[in-house]
C-alpha cells in the first residue's frame, strides 16, 4: 500500500513538474485582475483538473473541532477566508501559469486523511491566543505530527498563514517544533530561490487582513514597525523548504478580497505573486 501511494506521488510530481516547464515567463501581475466574481463555476464543469488546492483541517486548539465564532465555522480558525480565497486563487493560477487547474477544483480535508498522500501542497490557516477565543488554533495530536512530518518528507510543500504578533509567532514555532524537534525554523530573505522561482520577488511585502486595512477592532495599523512582515522555513536533508510561515502578514485575505473595491489592489497582487511562487516551487522541487 505504502509503495502505491509513493508510486501516485512520483508519477504527480513528474506530471506537475512538466507543467511547470511550460509555464511562461511573466514579469509581473496586472495592477487588476480582470475576471469577474459573480461567474457561475459550473462552467468549469466536474472533472478534476491536475491540480486540486487543498485546505487543511486540523484539530481545534482545546476545542476538540468544534467552537470559533459559534456553530458558523467548522471548528477553530483553519476553514479562515475558505471558500473565496480558495477559488480566487485558482483563478489566478489559471490566468497566469499553464497549471492544469480551475476555480471549483478545491477541497478541505483533515490533516490525518490518507488522501493527503495523493498531493503535493498543503495550505493551513492557524491562529492562536490571543486572537478570537480559546478555540482560535491547532493543538496538533500525535496522529496529525506524524501525518504532517510524513507528508513533508515525502515531498509535499505545507503553506501556513496569517498569524501576527510575538504570541502567535510563539505559539507556531511550538507546533512547527513538535512536527520536528530536531530542525531548525529559519527566516527567508529575499535572496533565496523561492523568490524568483517564477515571479521576481525582491522584498517581503506585508498584505493586510482585515483588521489591519479597516481598523477592524485591530491592534495595529498597515507598516506598523513593531510588525514586521516576515517569512519562516524548514528546510529537509537537502535544503529543499518543506513548510513556509508569513508571519505579519495575510495571503488568504489578499485574495479573498480581490474584488472588494475597498482593499488596496497592489496588496492582493502581492499575495497573488508569493502564492504562485510557493506553488511553482513546490511543483518543480
Known amino acids: 500500500m505504502e509503495i502505491r501511494i509513493k508510486l501516485r506521488i512520483l508519477n504527480k510530481l ?26 457561475d463555476l459550473s ?27 459559534g456553530m458558523r465555522r467548522r471548528g477553530g480558525w483553519w476553514d479562515t477566508d475558505y471558500p473565496d480565497s480558495d477559488e480566487n486563487f485558482l483563478r489566478g493560477v489559471q490566468r497566469y ?11 478541505y480535508i483533515e490533516i490525518t486523511d490518507p488522501r493527503l498522500f495523493e498531493n503535493i501542497f498543503l495550505y493551513m490557516n492557524w491562529k492562536r491566543v490571543p486572537i478570537g477565543s480559546s478555540y482560535s488554533g491547532p493543538n496538533f495530536s500525535p496522529q496529525e505530527i506524524e501525518s ?44 533565496h530561490e523561492i523568490f524568483h522561482v517564477f515571479f521576481d520577488i525582491d522584498e517581503v511585502a506585508q498584505v493586510p487582513g482585515r483588521m489591519v486595512t479597516w481598523d477592524y477592532g485591530g491592534f495595529m495599523k498597515l507598516d506598523d514597525p513593531s510588525y514586521p512582515p516576515e517569512i519562516y522555513a524548514v528546510l529537509d536533508d537537502d535544503g529543499r523548504v518543506m513548510m513556509v510561515a508569513n508571519y505579519n502578514t495575510d495571503l488568504g485575505d489578499g485574495w479573498e478580497h480581490t474584488f472588494y473595491k475597498g482593499y488596496p489592489t497592489k496588496y492582493t497582487n502581492e499575495a497573488y505573486k508569493i502564492g504562485i511562487n510557493y506553488l511553482i516551487y513546490a511543483f518543480s522541487h
Not at 513538474?17 to 487588476?32: D, E, T, Y
Not at 497549471?99 to 478545491?106: I, K, M
Not at 509535499?156 to 524537534?181: A, C, R, S, T
Open 14 to 39: 513528474v506530471l506537475l513538474f512538466s507543467l511547470c516547464l511550460l509555464l511562461g515567463n511573466s514579469a509581473a501581475l496586472a495592477q487588476v485582475l480582470q475576471f469577474g466574481n459573480n461567474e
Open 148 to 191: 504532517l512530518r510524513e507528508f513533508m518528507l515525502r515531498g509535499g510543500f505545507v503553506m501556513v498563514d496569517d498569524f501576527w504578533g510575538q504570541p502567535h509567532l510563539d505559539d507556531m514555532f511550538m507546533e512547527m517544533g513538535k512536527i520536528f524537534p530536531d530542525r531548525e525554523i529559519i527566516k527567508l530573505d529575499t535572496t
Open 43 to 69: 462552467i468549469y464543469g466536474n472533472e478534476i483538473t491536475d491540480f486540486q488546492w487543498v485546505r487543511g483541517q486540523y484539530t481545534n486548539h482545546a476545542g476538540g473541532g468544534r467552537g470559533g465564532y
Open 97 to 107: 501559469t499553464n497549471v492544469d487547474t480551475n476555480p471549483r477544483n478545491y477541497e
